[in-house]
Each structure stands twice: as C-alpha cells, then as structure tokens.
C-alpha cells in the first residue's frame, strides 16, 4: 500500500527552494565554525563534550555504586564544562550562531523531504450511529479518569451499555467481550489502557465489529495514533454519535493481539519485576546493570522476513513502523495501515558505543531499524519475558510476530485533533540531489503525453 500522495509542481518547486535553504543553512554553520578556525581545538571539545556525557550516561546506567556515581557526574559536568570552556574563549557567540544555522538547515530539509513525499491520511468512510454499543470500563486506568471525566453517565447518556471491570475480582476483558457479542453488540469500546484495548480489540476484529477508543489510559500511544483527543477522554465518545470508520492493522504475537508494540531483552525484564508499576525508575536503575552486561536476561536471535539481527540487547516490535529509531526522543507511527511491523533492535557494547548514540542517534551502528511482515524471536530458555503493550507475558520461544491488514474497524470521532506531526529524518544526499534538481520542462512533459 502507498501510503504517500502524490507531489504537485508547486509542491515540488517549494520542496526544492527549501533543499537549497537547507544548504545555504549548512554553509552558513561552516563559515561560523571557520570563523573560529584560530581556536578549532576548542570547537573540537564541543564533541568530544558530547561524546564523553553519552559514555558517562552509560557509565551511569550499567553500573552501580561508585561507578555510577561517576558516569552521572561525568555526563552532567562534560557539557557544563564544555559551555563554560566557549564562555570564557569568547566562542559562545561562533557556537550560538553555528548551532542556529544548523538548526535552521534540519528544519529546512526536513520541511523539503516532508512536501516531496507528503503523506496521506488514513481514508476513513462514514457509517450509521451503533444501536448496541458496549463500553469496558477500567475505572482505575490513568489515574481514575473514568471517574473524574464522568465517563460512565457520559456513555450511557448516549445509548450505551458500560461495563465497570471490578479489579479485585481479576476480571477477564475477554470473556466479558465475547458476552456482550453474543448478546448482540455491535460495537465494542474500551475506556483502559493499551494492553486492555488490544485484547478487546482481538474480539472486535474476530468477529468484524467496529472498535472504540475512550483515552482513558495513562499513555494513550494508540489514541495518539490514531489522532484523538488524549486531554478530554469524553470527546472520544463523539464517536458514538458522529463517527466515522477507519480500517487498521492489528499485530500479533503468539497469538495474541496487540495494538502497540511487543517488546523483547532488557525492557521486558524489567516490567516483570513486580516493583515496577509503584517504582518504574528505580526497578530500571536497579536492574540494568546485569541487564546490559549480560549477567542477567536472556541471550536473543531475531529474524525479520530474511533479515537475521544477533544478539540484541532490547527488540521492540510495532504494529507498523514508528517515523524515527532514535531511541533517546519519542516517537509515534505515521500510518496504521501499511501491513508492515516496525523492527527496532538495540545493542550498546560499550560507552563508546553509546558515546556514538548519543552523537548520531538513530544512525549508530548501535541501533537496527527496518520493517517486516514476519519475526521470530529465539532463545536458548524455553520461555521468555515479553512486554507487550506494556503488560508483563512469558512467551514459549520461539516467539513469532506477524501482522494481520486492514483487520479491525475503528470508530473514531468525526471532529478530532488528529495526530501530531513528526518531522522525518534527514536524509543528506536526497537534499543535495533535491537542491541540484532542475524543475521539469513543461514541454518536454506535454511531448511524453504526446509520445504515449
């Protein structure tokens, strides 16, 4: 499936203007850096600054005592140093004007990159108000926005039925789905978190009936995916009134649906502590260190379609691919519906490893990113921790992911934000031969015509 449109004329003569604004930009960085070129040994620091607070974070996350101790100081003092050390030189002024022309540059290529292979929305079809909506309802998701937003009286002033989980009971979103279809729903919601909306939303694609959102949850990604209201959780109940249908894929793993993601190595581990909900922070600190070192977890093989990826520290496998792999900023997908699984493998070795995270990013050897239709996890145990849409599984290996297209309808509000905008990675030779690119000629296109 395509999932971009495609560019006009005028789309691509704005595309190419910003490409050389772009380079105008880069050559504007440069001639600010070569105007300190007198004291390049202190520009140089500025890196190697840089470099040393990503070894130091590492330091900080895969040790303990004084050695963590050490890397955290290490990554706070290197860029203070280094800020100080321009302050003092008079270059703070070569490195505030470098650093804007560089950030303009980003934000120009960027934006030419964006309007030449402009994205499409998702089509969406109008459809008739259900007659038999029911709405599971996690009365304590998000911090009791069930409650606090009224949720309940707000859903059954509208014609549906809610059912209130009773948590200390260990209900079952499951069976409760299967009942409310055979007792004739025709439209399943869930007002929780992700890992309850997947399950639910496995039945609704079962049996092909249409699914709601109510963000209600504490993250919201697949509401934030699919463009709606995460501040008033009550707008999503437009739905049941003013809606329209979207069709998404749902992935799966092991035979179980998820809408999110399924995480693999260090991540999965540590939500299986049962510390982690009341403690997310100190469970990770406390459990990376052997994490990353190898003294604890499990030793992993994936294959995605034909490609073999060894030995990675953290998979994390998504229902479509996320815009950007870079792990230290966030991150949300484009498109519910290109039939592919997102792939992103992480292995760090070392602090010069993460040292060159922390310069490239998304581009370090460190980080594998790639999209599939197939993936299987192995390893030597014969069962592993899997985190999938946040919620703590053990999985016999091998585990194998797959996606199911188009499967489930999602009712959506008519009148929503839509989903925030995330500016694509750059991709340096495409804006030079973007830049370079000579605008068609008219009459050479209308001789194609002609010719055809």
């Known amino acids: 499936m395509n999932a971009y449109s495609t560019t006009s004329e005028a789309e691509s003569g704005s595309a190419r203007l910003l490409a050389r604004l772009a380079l105008l930009c880069v050559a504007a960085a440069v001639a600010a850096v070569v105007a300190g070129v007198g004291q390049w040994l202190i520009l140089l620091l500025g890196l190697v600054g840089l470099a040393l607070a990503g070894g130091g974070v590492w330091w900080a996350l895969a040790h303990r005592g004084i050695a963590r101790f050490l890397g955290a100081l290490l990554a706070i003092a290197a860029p203070v140093a280094v800020l100080v050390l321009y302050a003092v030189s008079g270059l703070w002024v070569v490195a505030v004007g470098a650093l804007a022309a560089w950030s303009a540059a980003l934000a120009c290529a960027r934006g030419a990159l964006r309007r030449l292979r402009k994205p499409h929305g998702m089509h969406t079809r109008t459809v008739r108000p259900p007659r038999r909506a029911v709405l599971i309802m996690n009365p304590r998701s998000g911090g009791g926005k069930v409650g606090r937003f009224g949720l309940v009286e707000r859903a059954q002033a509208l014609g549906a039925r809610v059912i209130l989980l009773d948590l200390d009971a260990d209900p079952d979103p499951v069976a409760l789905a299967r009942q409310a279809v055979v007792e004739g729903a025709d439209l399943l ?51 049941l009134t003013d809606g329209v249908e979207l069709r998404v894929d749902l992935g799966d793993v092991a035979g179980r649906p998820f809408v999110n993601t399924a995480s693999f190595g260090t991540y999965a581990h540590i939500v299986q502590s049962p510390d982690y909900r009341e403690a997310k922070a100190a469970t990770a ?19 995605a379609d034909e490609e ?129 690119d000579r605008a068609p000629d008219p009459r050479a296109k209308n001789q194609e015509h002609s010719d055809g």
């Open 285 to 303: 600190l406390d459990q990376l260190p052997d994490l990353l070192t190898g003294d604890a977890g499990v030793a992993l093989t994936a294959r």
């Open 308 to 436: 073999q990826l060894e030995a990675p520290q953290a998979v994390l496998v998504s229902n479509n691919p996320y815009a950007r792999a870079d792990p230290l900023t966030g991150g949300r997908r484009e498109r519910l519906d290109t039939g592919r699984l997102g792939v992103i493998a992480v292995r760090v070795d070392g602090a010069a490893q993460a040292a060159e995270v922390a310069l490239l990013g998304e581009r370090a050897s460190a980080i594998t990113s790639l999209t599939s239709r197939r993936v299987v996890v192995e390893a030597a145990e014969e069962v592993i921790p899997v985190a999938v849409d946040g919620e703590a599984l053990t999985l016999r290996t091998p585990v194998v992911c797959t996606i199911r297209p188009g499967a489930l309808r999602v009712r959506v509000p008519r009148d929503r934000p839509g989903a925030p905008y995330v500016a694509p990675s750059v991709d340096w030779r495409r804006v030079v031969r973007l830049a370079f």
């Open 189 to 239: 919601g869930v007002a929780g978190g992700d890992g309850t909306q997947a399950l639910v939303a496995g039945v609704a694609a079962e049996h092909g009936l249409p699914f709601m959102v109510v963000t209600a949850g504490t993250r919201n990604h697949f509401a934030m995916d699919l463009g709606l209201d995460r501040d008033d959780p009550a707008k999503s109940l437009d739905a």
